[in-house]
T-cell receptor, first 116, second 109 residues
């Protein structure tokens, strides 16, 4: 079974702090994704990566950056945390496959981040 | 931008009844996928239907796709209390997947 592991289930940080959220997958997936999930807004894509050292902005990249130095690890960085970044953060991975966009995504259990 | 929109937003049924959820989307798709999310957990992939397919089954799940109406439905037959969760549709173009806001299903024992 595919396993996507997020480093923390719950995290509390203060405004202005630099926050790192880590995600590791064990299935050699090319694609990795970071989403945030807020009530009434569903999942919104922050960044994704389709290869090591490659990254693409999603729909809401402002205030975030990412790092993918190794294929299995994708990190989300909040450069200077603000209260409006309090949310559930979900990491996912998928095979690239032979046809883009046809592979299911596998999710971690999420990190519930509170910024005080 | 949200492409998939589920309907209804919330659904409450008795155990043993069928549950139907609908998803509408706006642009052309390669495939449409359905996911389940239990409270406080990540999403779990349930089923994928390709744009050239009209219906697909997996156990108690039945998914239909109508590309002319840009809509899909997920039917869960003979529901169980363990089916209580949020259900999301997701459409995909190239790398990106776009998720709807979900249907919250509650199955009463």
């Amino acid at each position: 079974d595919v396993k996507v592991t997020q480093s923390s289930r719950y995290l509390v940080k203060r405004t202005g702090e630099k926050v790192f959220l880590e995600c590791v997958q064990d299935m050699d997936h090319e694609n990795m994704f970071w989403y945030r999930q807020d009530p009434g807004l569903g999942l919104r894509l922050i960044y994704f990566s389709y290869d090591v050292k490659m990254k693409e902005k999603g729909d809401i990249p402002e205030g975030y950056s990412v790092s993918r130095e190794k294929k299995e690890r994708f990190s989300l960085i909040l450069e200077s945390a603000s209260t409006n970044q309090t949310s559930m953060y979900l990491c996912a991975s998928s095979y690239r496959g032979t046809l883009q966009g046809r592979q299911p995504q596998h999710f971690g259990d999420g990190t519930r981040l509170s910024i005080l | 931008s949200q492409q998939g929109e589920e309907d209804p937003q919330a659904l409450s049924i008795q155990e043993g009844e069928n549950a139907t959820m609908n998803c509408s989307y706006k642009t052309s798709i390669n495939n449409l996928q359905w996911y389940r999310q239990n409270s406080g957990r990540g999403l779990v992939h349930l089923i994928l239907i390709r744009s050239n397919e009209r219906e697909k089954h997996s156990g108690r799940l039945r998914v239909t796709l109508d590309t002319s109406k840009k809509s899909s439905s997920l039917l869960i037959t003979a529901s169980r209390a363990a089916d209580t969760a949020s259900y999301f549709c997701a459409t995909s173009g190239t790398y990106k997947y776009i998720f709807g806001t979900g249907t919250r299903l509650k199955v009463l024992a």
